[in-house]
Structures are given as structure tokens and as C-alpha cells.
């Protein structure tokens, strides 16, 4: 089955971008999502297919992809961007999560 | 507005099934295209795809757990029932339930889950 790679954890200052990567073979070729989870709470979409944003999410988030890896960027980090964040694609058979994300604002 | 919420037992015992229903409201499953998933998350990891029913009765179930599982609608009262047989300490999980179009294959509104720990 697919697998997603994604790093265990990020950390960014306020105010500097963070740049998480979801890799995967051929993953250019599949589209991505991108969930944001933040603790007990239920994940939420906040990038769709590659790099479109659902209506409420603010355009500091951004989502790419190429070749072996996709990308979800944030700008102008806030503390309230501290969360779990997960990629996912459907690979004809699954809809597959990568291991996910943990985003630190220091 | 789209919500959804997952009802069930917040303890099973070993080899007992798990039945999970999702009530769902803003959507019905009889509109082209829409569909409604399962999803679970153990304490402390990452998310799992479950199964997937779609509005024209189309299933879809991880190749892994798909030996366990049964999905179903029910569209009179807006609802999606998971079971999951032979249940074992490992199926300890958060269970959430979200909608989908088979347009974007994403999921875009989930409920707020449900936490199912298995234990005698």
C-alpha cells in the first residue's frame, strides 16, 4: 500500500514560515491533503487538492506539489498555529494518512 | 451547515463487536457524489482509514481491517453504521466519522469522535 513520510515534528519561531513535507512515491501524481489537529479537537481541511484552501483558512497557509514530495507552508506563524498536521492522499484503493506532523511554536 | 457526530459504546471488552452509528445532518446520501467515512486515531497517533460508503451504496473498506468491517446507510434517518468484529486492546481509538465528495476525495467536516477503549 502507499505510504506517506512525513517528519515527527517542526519547530518555528512566531512571525518565521514552516515548511512541513509529505513524501511519497510519485506523490506529484496523486492530488494532496492537508489536515490540521489540534489537541481534542477533530481534524480540520485546510488544504485540498495540492493547494486549494476551503473557505475560512487564511492564505498564510499553502500547500504544493512535486515529484516525490508535497509541501504545506505557513507564514507569518502564530502561536495558534501550533497543532498536529497530517497529509493524505487516495491511491485508488485507500484514502492513506501520513504518520503526521507536530508543529512547535516556540 | 454540515455536522456529524459518532454514538456508541465508550468500552468493549476483548472479542466483543463495536457498532458505531454517525448522525449527520446539512447533507443527505442521496446527493451524487457525497459519501460518508470512518476514520480512528489511537491515543497519541496517527490517523487510520476505516471504510467509506458512498450515496449510490458504493463501499469502500481498508484492506487491512476489511475482514472486520461493515459499513451501511441509512438514508430515512440520516445515518452510517460501522461494525467492527473480533475487537482486541489495540482498537483502542478515537473513532470520528466525516463527509466527502468524490469529487476532491478529501475530508472536509468531521464530527468531534468518539473515544472506544477495549478492555475486560
Known amino acids: 500500500s502507499y505510504v506517506l513520510t512525513q517528519p515527527p515534528s517542526v519547530s518555528v519561531a512566531p512571525g518565521q514560515t514552516a515548511t512541513i513535507t509529505c513524501g511519497g512515491n510519485n506523490i506529484g501524481r496523486e492530488s494532496v491533503h492537508w489536515y490540521q489537529q489540534k489537541p481534542g479537537q477533530a481534524p480540520v481541511l485546510v488544504v485540498y487538492?495540492?493547494?486549494a484552501r476551503p473557505s475560512g483558512i487564511p492564505e498564510r497557509l499553502s500547500g504544493s506539489n512535486s515529484e516525490h514530495t508535497a509541501t504545506l507552508t505557513i507564514t507569518r506563524v502564530e502561536a495558534g498555529d501550533e497543532a498536529d498536521y497530517y497529509c493524505?492522499?487516495?491511491?485508488?484503493?485507500?484514502?492513506?494518512f501520513g504518520g503526521g506532523t507536530k508543529l512547535t511554536v516556540l | 451547515q454540515i455536522t456529524l457526530k459518532e454514538s456508541g459504546p465508550t468500552l468493549v471488552k476483548p472479542t466483543q463487536t463495536l457498532t458505531l452509528t454517525c448522525t449527520f445532518s446539512g447533507f443527505s446520501l442521496n446527493t451524487d457524489t457525497v459519501g460518508v467515512g470512518w476514520i480512528r486515531q489511537p491515543p497519541g497517533k496517527a490517523l487510520e482509514w476505516l471504510a467509506l460508503?458512498?450515496?449510490?451504496?458504493?463501499?469502500r473498506y481498508s484492506p487491512s481491517l476489511k475482514s472486520r468491517l461493515t459499513i451501511t446507510k441509512d438514508t430515512s434517518k440520516d445515518q452510517v453504521v460501522l461494525t467492527m468484529t473480533t475487537m482486541d486492546p489495540v482498537d483502542t481509538a478515537t473513532y470520528f466519522c466525516?463527509?466527502?465528495?468524490?469529487?476532491?476525495?478529501?475530508?472536509?467536516?468531521w464530527g468531534q469522535g468518539t473515544l472506544v477503549t477495549v478492555s475486560s
Open positions: 466525516a463527509h466527502i465528495t468524490s469529487g476532491e476525495l478529501a475530508f472536509d467536516y
Open positions: 487538492d495540492d493547494s
Open positions: 460508503v458512498y450515496w449510490d451504496d458504493d463501499k
Open positions: 493524505q492522499v487516495w491511491d485508488s484503493i485507500s484514502w492513506v
